[in-house]
């Protein structure tokens, strides 16, 4: 085996991405100091990969003083550009303007499992953060040769390192990188390895900062995988079966080949045209008379919930405390209640996209994508070619959500720049959007629980069919309690879903949440409490006691709602974060139409790297919230999806918008947790609580339709 | 059929031989080399294609190419005055009002024509006026305070484009 290899390859599982030797690597990394680092090893545990030996990412201190990290992470709104480069600055002592981020290029980036589950700031941020801090030690190490002073005698500070008593002694970052390449090694436990600051010495984390990116943004310069577009490139247009399962039966492509310039492929059962024009090749698709053998799915949104449960696995423990039977026997009051989830569509404003173009040896490819690397593996797969031989490059990306985690029009643009010989840009439409996306599983969750003569939970029976484990766990203080997980998480098994189902923004956590603050809410009922004192009664963890009452004293809960309102509460844990919020909402009772008007969500989330930037996440995540939460299902019949555009299926817009108050905990001693999914699990809860205060119906079933709130007002 | 069109993009006159009945979006976006102008849906719904013609938002998935026939057309890249930002884009800005950022060049220019339509939009106005701009990642509450900030600055004496 060559121990000159930085990684080496495992043919156990998949590909392993960075394969070229530390040499060549370190050649092209060019002169500096150039700290390797290991970012997150629970991320890479989850691929099945096998690690890079030694690092997952770099930092680089050049000869001109700029700081430039190197990580496979992608940004897609979420805001990792600014977070962790403000990280990086605090530790260097460099401004903030300094620091670069080169992002997810598989050839200039090593591995990384993809960008998703909150964790870049939980587990790549502390190795980053103690790279930093290397850094500085191996910067003050130089200066104190250089200038002949010890290294305590010494201060570093925006990127110059001087004497303290006396600052004509000085040298800059960059004259120290000078004509030398440094390389060390953040090893082992990343705290142990160097000392990162204390948050009392942190200037830039912490502290509200604008965007980087935004100046791109605004003006129409930021390049998305849509927008890059290399010379000679044709836009290709797929033939679609009409529905899932389908398969070609006939196919007749007379019609495009008659339109000027447009080139027609087929392979095997896969047709495309092709195009200078995206606009033309999409009118030549049209002119193409197919027959497909569609196979019969009786499965529709209605009765797709009877065939899950049916499908079902008998269930594995999640937890189990006590003993759930025996306390069944002491409850008086039992409540015992089916929840349901509708499948959701992922729907980011920018489609699946991708630009191949094969060179000699060598294919590029510029895809939106939160996982680069699995981008690669897949075309390395694909093409059987070597792995050095692909370079996927992901430029912005214009939301993810989770559903850019599969690389479909990856595949079909390689596929087609190999066919054709030229460059090639594959941009789903809206419909095949809709109609091929990783949908949010359908989900049940049924729970029985009881309570005590006392008012106390007796106990707790908790079965959740499709949604996963992430956050299935309560955390309420009960002594007897089971949580058992049935089918196989968010990708379920073959029969299960009439479609792709996969991950989709805190995945499993959004049924979760919903089912169990509901029925927390029906037990506060049914005990005669008020939903805050029961909740209260039967926390015993600081962190979560702390974000409900601060959530209570901003909203005021204690205040009885004006007239024909309702007030909500509902309490999760995400990626490690504690949330509560709380919202008012106004139910029109002609027309069972919900209106979210206000929220409060109260987050802790540990040291908050940046409070402006985790705020954001928190308002997106309500207003996101709000579609799941009253309107976003999708439609489905004879395996073809009904919803393929935004005029049936409601995304969230602006008069929806209620007024929204964020509380970030400040809680500097607790390492950083995620801050991009945790405040969307509580949308569905809290407003259903919200519903039933308002109107004393409970809603089971998500969205929270207006039929449906009519339907269960008749129930009350 | 190829025909010549003209019109003014961005201040400059531009010529073009096209099929006239190509959606303005993908002339834009190809024959111009213009990749600001974004393709959210095809069907003039989400907003995220939309440009200025004669300063009125429109959506350019859905007008064809020979309807700007002699009018102005202005996108994401053309609200640039002399270097200078337009108060809506420092605003934007200002207020994190973008995430992905995928939707924002519609979202500018929409507002544009809102306030130039009205110069003093209440809070209803602005989302009532965007309503039909779709944000998926959830940064309608920014953008509503960037809009009423830049409407501010714009009331102030800084020139509207």
């Known amino acids: ?65 700029k700081v430039t990290c190197f990580t496979g992470k992608i940004e897609m709104g979420q805001g990792i550009i600014t977070s962790l480069a403000q990280m990086l600055a605090d530790e260097l002592d460099v401004s903030l303007e300094s620091v670069s981020m080169v992002m997810g290029d598989t050839d200039l980036c090593p591995w990384d499992a993809g960008t998703f589950g909150s964790m870049s700031t939980r587990f790549f941020g502390p190795p980053l953060r103690a790279a930093g801090a290397k850094a500085r030690a191996v910067l003050l190490e130089l200066a104190a040769e250089q200038l002949k002073r010890p290294v305590d005698k010494l201060v570093a500070d925006n990127g110059v390192v001087f004497d303290g008593s006396d600052k004509s002694v000085r040298v800059t970052y960059g004259e120290l990188a000078k004509g030398k390449q440094i390389i060390r090694h953040v090893v082992n436990h990343p705290a142990t390895d160097a000392a990162i600051k204390k948050p009392s010495q942190l200037k830039v984390m912490g502290k509200p900062v604008t965007r980087r990116d935004a100046m ?23 033939l679609r079966a009409p529905a899932h399962g389908a398969t070609l039966k006939t196919v007749d492509t007379s019609g495009a080949e008659k339109i000027k310039g447009v080139q027609v492929v087929k392979d095997g059962d896969f047709i495309a045209v092709l195009h200078k024009y995206p ?99 897949e075309v390395v797969r694909f093409l059987g070619c070597a792995p050095e031989d692909v370079r996927v490059i992901p430029p912005f990306v214009g939301g993810g959500f989770g559903g850019k985690t599969r690389n479909l029009q990856v595949i079909d643009a390689v596929r087609l720049a190999k066919l054709t010989g030229k460059p090639v840009q594959v941009a789903w439409t809206r419909s095949e959007e809709f109609f091929d996306d990783s949908f949010r599983p359908a989900a049940i969750v049924k729970i029985k629980s009881g309570l005590t003569d006392s008012g106390e939970i007796a106990f707790w029976d908790y079965h959740v069919y499709y949604a996963g ?11 007897d309690s089971a949580t058992v997980s049935h089918g196989s998480g968010w990708g379920g098994g073959p029969g299960t879903h009439p479609f792709a189902t996969g991950a989709w923004r805190a995945p499993g956590n959004n049924t979760n949440t919903f089912a169990r603050e509901s029925q927390i809410d029906m037990m506060a009922v049914k005990a005669g409490v008020d939903p805050v004192e029961f ?35 509902a309490l999760g844990i995400d990626a490690g974060t504690y949330v509560a919020a709380m919202a008012e909402v106004e139910v029109n009772k002609k027309t069972g139409a919900v209106q979210v008007k206000r929220v409060v969500c109260a987050q802790d989330m540990g040291l908050c790297i940046n409070p402006e930037g985790a705020k954001i996440q928190m308002e997106g995540c309500i207003t996101m919230g709000l579609g799941y939460t009253l309107a976003e299902e999708i439609h489905f019949k004879g395996g073809d999806i009904l919803d393929r555009n935004f005029d049936t299926y409601h995304l969230p817009r602006f008069s929806w918008l209620p007024k929204i108050e964020t509380i970030i905990i400040d809680n ?49 | 059929m190829e025909k010549v069109v003209q019109f003014t993009l961005n201040g400059k006159p531009v010529k073009l031989n096209v099929d006239g009945d190509r959606m303005l979006l993908w ?135």
């Open chain 1, 1 to 65: 085996m060559d121990s000159d290899r930085i990684t080496e390859l495992d043919f156990s599982g998949n590909f392993s991405g960075l394969t070229m030797s530390r040499r060549e690597f370190l050649k092209g990394v060019g002169a500096g100091i150039i700290i390797l680092f290991l970012g997150g090893e629970a991320i890479a545990q989850r691929g099945g990969h096998q690690l890079p030996s030694d690092f997952n990412a770099f930092l680089r201190i050049a000869e001109d003083g």
């Open chain 1, 216 to 238: 791109e943004k605004v003006t129409g310069k930021a390049k998305y995988a849509g927008d890059v577009q290399p010379e000679g490139m044709l836009y290709a247009k797929i």
């Open chain 1, 279 to 377: 606009d033309v090749a999409e009118a030549a698709l049209e002119q193409i008379r197919a027959d497909f053998n569609v196979p019969t799915s009786t499965l529709n949104e209605n009765n797709i919930f009877d065939h899950l449960l049916k499908v079902a696995s008998p269930g594995e423990n999640v937890s189990r405390t006590g003993d759930v039977e025996k306390a069944m026997a002491r409850a008086t009051k039992v409540i015992d209640t089916t929840y349901l989830n509708s499948y959701v569509a992922h729907a980011p404003m920018e489609p699946h996209t991708a630009v191949a173009m094969i060179e000699g040896k060598k294919t590029t490819v510029w895809a939106s994508t939160q996982s680069p690397f699995g981008a690669k593996d």
């Open chain 1, 469 to 479: 484990t992430r956050g299935a766990e309560h955390f309420y203080d009960i002594p």
């Open chain 1, 535 to 569: 909740r209260m009664k039967h926390l015993k963890e600081d962190k979560m006691r702390g974000v409900l009452s601060a959530a209570a004293k901003q909203f005021g809960w204690t205040a009885k709602p004006p007239a024909g309102r309702g007030y909500g509460v």
């Open chain 1, 668 to 716: 500097p001693n607790f390492a950083p947790q995620g801050g991009g999914e945790p405040a969307i699990i509580t949308m569905g809860a809290v407003v259903a609580n919200a519903v039933y205060s308002a109107t004393g119906a409970r809603l089971l079933q998500l969205p929270m339709t207006p039929e449906r709130v009519l339907e269960a007002m008749k129930k009350r």
């Open chain 2, 27 to 161: 002339v834009l976006r190809t024959d111009l080399g213009l990749t600001g102008t974004k393709y959210g849906c095809g069907e003039g719904i989400c907003g995220a294609c939309t440009v200025l013609v004669d300063n009125e938002a429109v959506r350019s998935c859905s007008i064809s190419v020979s309807d700007v026939q002699g009018k102005h057309v202005t996108t994401i890249e053309g609200l640039e005055k002399n270097g200078k930002l337009h108060p809506l884009q420092k605003a934007f800005m200002e207020h994190d009002a973008l995430q992905c950022g995928y939707c924002t060049p519609g979202m500018i220019l929409t507002a544009y024509s809102l306030l130039r339509e009205n110069p003093k939009p209440t809070y209803d106005q602005i989302a009532k006026g965007m309503e039909h701009n779709l944000c998926r990642c959830g940064a309608h509450k920014r953008i509503i305070e960037a809009i009423q900030a830049a409407a501010k600055e714009m009331a102030g004496g800084a020139k509207n484009g």
